[in-house]
């Protein structure tokens, strides 16, 4: 049977992918001088802590160590399928690849890019999961993920400036600006899944729900779909983002998580991604 391996950004964590028999690659973090494996190391709220603080982190792929140690394990009989997040967000893949080509049964390993992270992330692991759980061999199950993939979209609302400015992922001036008219900047994933790219300036939150809730109907998301709203320690907005996308999408099948290290080190405190990934 397929032996599925995931990263920590498909919302996974390496106890969770144990008691389902998946192997769960730790991202890494770095702050305050250490680096940390997430959700093995280090968790959202001591993370928070630090970063409130005043430390600026930084994250990086699975160690290759780690990696290469799930992938010996490797076989004709188990052979393995590694879902990374999204190539060009994180060296994940790129570095998974190659360290494939340095095992002597690379031949029973297979390097999938999902590009996507978060929960559509991990609904394609869910179903890589089932599907081998059926039978179905590594191709087999990476031709029925592909339909998923392609319709993966995905939307990040960072809300700390002051964050954005320290991280330098955004310039002091347009910073300050941005803090002073309480304006709310609302990110895209690219069609090629490798970047995120400015979609809007809103007025405020709510309004910046409501141009993600517009572009999921211009792209046909409907009861097919998984909504994932994520948020990094702001609950109250993860809620109202849930029932706003509830209301649009009654039919869709929709989850509220929390954010872990890595992309809370991506997008900020308080930041919020709306996704969204066919299902069926």
Excluded at 144 to 167: A, C, H, M, T, V
Excluded at 196 to 207: E, G, S, W
Excluded at 215 to 228: N, P, T
Aim: aromatic share 6%.
């Amino acid at each position: 049977m397929v032996k599925i391996m995931t990263d920590t950004a498909s919302m996974f964590t390496p106890v969770k992918g144990a008691e389902l028999g998946i192997d769960v690659a730790a991202l890494t973090v770095t702050i305050g001088g250490k680096t940390y494996r997430e959700n093995v190391e280090m968790f959202p709220e001591p993370f928070l802590k630090l970063i409130r603080e005043g430390h600026v982190p930084s994250s990086s792929q699975p160690s290759p160590g780690d990696v290469e140690d799930m992938f010996r394990k490797a076989t004709a009989d188990e052979p393995i399928l590694y879902i990374t997040m999204a190539d060009g967000l994180s060296g994940t893949y790129a570095s998974g690849c190659a360290v494939r080509e340095t095992m002597e049964n690379k031949e029973y390993i297979t390097v999938l890019d999902s590009r996507t992270l978060c929960g559509p992330e991990g609904a394609l692991v869910r179903k890589a999961h089932r599907l081998a759980q059926e039978g179905l061999t590594v191709r087999e199950i990476v031709e029925q993920l592909q339909e998923n993939i392609k319709s993966n979209k995905s939307f990040l609302i960072p809300q700390d400036f002051g964050y954005l400015r320290r991280g330098g992922r955004l310039s002091p001036g347009a910073a300050h600006v941005g803090g002073l008219l309480k304006l709310v900047p609302l990110l895209v994933q690219s069609e090629s899944g490798r970047s995120l790219d400015k979609a809007a300036l809103c007025r405020n939150f709510t309004k910046a729900v409501e141009k993600v809730i517009d572009g999921f109907k211009r792209w046909g998301v409907d009861e097919r779909y998984l909504i994932s709203i994520s948020h990094a320690d702001t609950f109250e907005q993860g809620s109202h983002a849930y029932s706003m996308l509830s209301n649009a999408f009654p039919g869709a099948a929709l989850e509220l998580n929390d954010l872990t290290p890595v992309f809370i080190t991506q997008g900020g405190p308080s930041c919020v991604s709306i996704q969204a990934i066919m299902r069926v």
